[in-house]
């Protein structure tokens, strides 16, 4: 059907709708004038004039305002006779609309199926590709970023690394200002400082050695002929110093004695008769480092040194540096009570004291085995609570008490008993009652000066005069002794 005819059948439905619609409304209108009365349109006047009514009209309703209807739409203008070439769709399907214009109408569902199969026959190896490339995007994403995150995590640990590297070389050079600050100050005060010190200890040992040098050649002089005693012993005597007190002998010097005990036969001591109202048998000596106490037991035993000298008054009133003898030591406190007094003098002329008024040695049977008790004094109870400095079991291995008497060739201390390397007297210089080893040791090694190094030792050992409660270790007294008597409750 060609568009022209189309038009004309619609002009035709168009007109006969219209004269329907008029016919209509005209016969509506031939009722209403049917109900009212005839009148002639152009014989509407009277024929009696002045009979007719004027009729008075009343005024007109305001007329409706506003509009129905939307302004009419723009008629477009009319086509141009050329033809349009219908534009073709690829794989369009479905049918064509009776007017060419109009072009291709939708497809059916059927059409439009296969349309969409054999475009996703088309697509599905694509959209397949596409998985297989994002799944291996996904993969490589996966992987860099695992990669770039341990790089962060290196990076992060290198700049720590780095952090802590700047910190330690901020500190050590922190350290090496301060010991080059130390270092220079050193160099310049505390060097010259020592070296001045050394300097004066050099000159006071050069001095000590010319003394030495002088005493020994005394004592060379004096030991050209055999030693024999000048003095003539007093003619009181009797079983100890207190007993020869009692008899009348009231002045310090030389005396001849014998226990009660009529096996030992009388032995030569020095008795102090104005210490403490006197009475005292003195059964120790150090003063100036002349007699040798590194001694063997034997000697240690019997007895060695120097009991007194003549200094030109005609008698042994000076005691010199001896040990009475552990055989004689022992007879003497096994009589009775005894107390022991220890005095000690410094190297500044300061003097203190430590008195027991319990003193007993037994005999060799039981090593000469020491017991002390009832302290009283200044210089420290060292005998009976060990070393101050040291605490617990170090120093209980210092307590004296209890005891018994060892030599380089007698070892009955407490360290290592049988062990030849480890023993106390070889260590400390001489005889006494060790433990492991000391507290005190009044028969070391004699130091002048007082205070002495590891290096100016034998074995390393603090082995000098050595009472530790007093003056510690490496510290070596001028002068000490040990004085014994009967102990007295009261008074005399």
């Not at 031939?30 to 005024?59: N, T, W, Y």
């Not at 397949?128 to 799944?135: T, V, W």
Request: proline letters at 5%; hydrophobic letters at 30%.
């Amino acid at each position: 059907m060609s568009a022209s005819k189309m038009k004309l059948l619609l002009l035709l439905v168009l007109s006969v709708s219209a004269v329907r619609g008029a016919s209509d409304y005209d016969e509506d209108e031939e009722i209403i004038v049917a109900l009212k009365p005839h009148v002639d349109a152009r014989g509407h006047r009277p024929l009696v004039q002045g009979s007719e009514r004027v009729m008075v009209s009343q005024p007109a309703p305001p007329p409706i305002s506003g509009s129905v209807y939307r302004a009419r739409p723009t008629i477009p203008p009319a086509r141009s006779a050329l033809r349009k070439e219908p534009e073709v769709q690829p794989d369009e399907g479905g049918c064509t609309h009776p007017s060419e214009e109009l072009g291709a109408l939708c497809p059916n569902g059927c059409e439009l199926k296969s349309a969409l199969l054999k475009q996703e026959r088309n697509v599905r190896p694509t959209v397949a590709q596409l998985k297989n490339d994002i799944l291996g995007l996904s993969q490589s994403s996966s992987i860099i970023y695992k990669y770039v995150e341990g790089l962060s995590n290196e990076l992060r640990e290198r700049q720590r690394q780095t952090q802590d590297n700047g910190n330690l070389v901020n500190e050590y050079t922190s350290d090496l200002e301060q010991h080059h600050i130390y270092i220079k100050q050193s160099i310049d005060t505390t060097f010259p400082s020592s070296i001045r010190h050394l300097r004066g200890v050099l000159d006071n040992l050069r001095s000590k050695i010319q003394k030495l040098e002088t005493a020994i050649t005394s004592q060379n002089e004096k030991c050209k002929k055999p030693c024999t005693v000048s003095c003539s012993i007093p003619v009181v005597s009797g079983k100890e110093c207190e007993d020869i007190f009692r008899k009348g002998g009231v002045r310090s010097e030389m005396y001849l004695v014998q226990p009660s005990d009529s096996f030992f036969r009388p032995f030569k001591v020095y008795c102090d008769m104005t210490t403490q109202q006197g009475g005292w048998t003195l059964i120790q000596k150090r003063q100036d480092g002349s007699v040798d106490f590194g001694r063997r037991w034997d000697d240690y035993k019997t007895g060695f040194g120097n009991i007194a000298f003549d200094v030109g008054k005609g008698f042994c009133e000076t005691p010199g540096e001896y040990w009475l003898g552990n055989d004689q030591i022992s007879q003497l406190t096994k009589m009775g009570p005894t107390e022991l007094l220890v005095e000690m003098t410094d190297w500044d002329g300061n003097k203190v004291l430590a008195q027991y008024q319990q003193f007993t040695v037994q005999n060799e049977a039981s090593n000469y085995m020491l017991a002390v008790a009832r302290y009283q004094g200044t210089a420290g109870n060292s005998l009976m609570e060990g070393a101050p400095q040291l605490f617990g079991d170090n120093r209980t291995m210092t307590i004296h008490n209890g005891m018994m008497f060892s030599t380089y060739d007698r070892d009955n201390d407490r360290w290592s008993p049988g062990d030849p390397v480890k023993q106390c007297s070889k260590e400390d210089g001489g005889g006494w009652w060790y433990n492991r080893c000391h507290s005190s040791n009044p028969n070391g090694r004699y130091y002048w000066g007082g205070q002495y190094s590891r290096d100016m030792t034998k074995h390393g050992t603090d082995d000098g005069i050595v009472w530790m409660n007093w003056k510690g270790s490496w510290y070596s007294l001028k002068e000490i002794s040990m004085k014994i008597r009967p102990y007295f409750a009261s008074k005399r």
